[in-house]
């Protein structure tokens, strides 16, 4: 069980907008900055959001991120059939460990 | 442009060991945070061990600690990770990934992976 929680899957649309979560406790994401990663079928992660809502170069403004006390969501507008992929946040755990949410399947119907 | 490029990989019985390693290429290797996150089949993202950029300290996940052994040599620009006492669980792809600074709880690029696997 993951120590950072995320809903297994959501699905929209193409053109909607989807929301995924990312619940942790004040020993994670509350006292630290939240990643998000995408990882599309077969192949390795990539970074998409770091420090809560900053965007590595190349990485499109419809990707953004935020955080609220002890969780954060990852928040995709204008679904593409190519966002289909599996997401992931991360942030620091205890001890200098690093940490990852279980991991949401996103569907694009 | 950043590279990672793991090897060592392959078929191994319960209770032995493994060497992977990671070449890097593309920056100062030595300034940042480096890590291993392994993704056994089917499953999510795991943290196994980082090491920091400058003083090379080692952290390691539970899971793995007294077991795994994190190094990297920094005249051949490479991050390796020892594996001893190999178990079934720890059978997964294991990725290389660079921080974005000497720390390395943000994994700003990741390596192809390679895939251990532990037979029972």
């Known amino acids: 069980q993951s120590v950072l929680t995320q809903p297994p899957s959501v699905s929209a649309a193409p053109g909607q907008d989807v929301t995924i979560s990312c619940s942790g406790s004040?020993?994670?994401?509350?006292?630290?900055?939240v990643s998000w990663y995408q990882q599309l079928p077969g192949t390795a992660p990539k970074l998409l959001i770091y420090d809560n809502n900053k965007r590595p170069s190349g990485i499109p403004d419809r990707f953004s991120g935020s955080k609220s006390g002890t969780s954060a969501t990852l928040d995709i507008t204008g679904l593409q059939t190519g966002d289909e992929a599996d997401y992931y946040c991360?942030?620091?755990?205890?001890?200098?460990?690093?940490?990852f949410g279980g991991g949401t399947k996103l569907t694009v119907l | 442009e950043v590279q990672l490029l793991e090897s060592g990989g392959g078929l191994v019985q319960s209770g032995g060991s493994l060497r992977l390693s990671c070449a890097a290429s593309?920056?100062?290797?030595?300034?940042?945070?480096m890590s291993w996150v392994r993704q056994a089949p089917g499953k999510g993202l795991e943290w196994v061990s980082g090491i920091t950029g400058t003083y090379d300290s080692p952290y390691y996940a539970d899971s793995v600690k007294g077991r795994f052994t994190i190094s990297r040599d920094t005249s051949k620009n490479t991050l390796n990770l020892e594996m001893n006492s190999l178990r079934a669980e720890d059978t997964a792809v294991y990725y290389c990934a660079k921080g974005t600074s000497g720390w390395y709880s943000v994994c700003e690029s990741w390596g192809q992976g390679t895939l251990v696997t532990v037979s029972s």
């Open positions: 991360g942030t620091w755990g205890s001890s200098l460990n690093v940490v």
């Open positions: 004040n020993s994670n994401i509350g006292n630290n900055y």
């Open positions: 593309g920056f100062t290797f030595s300034n940042y945070g």
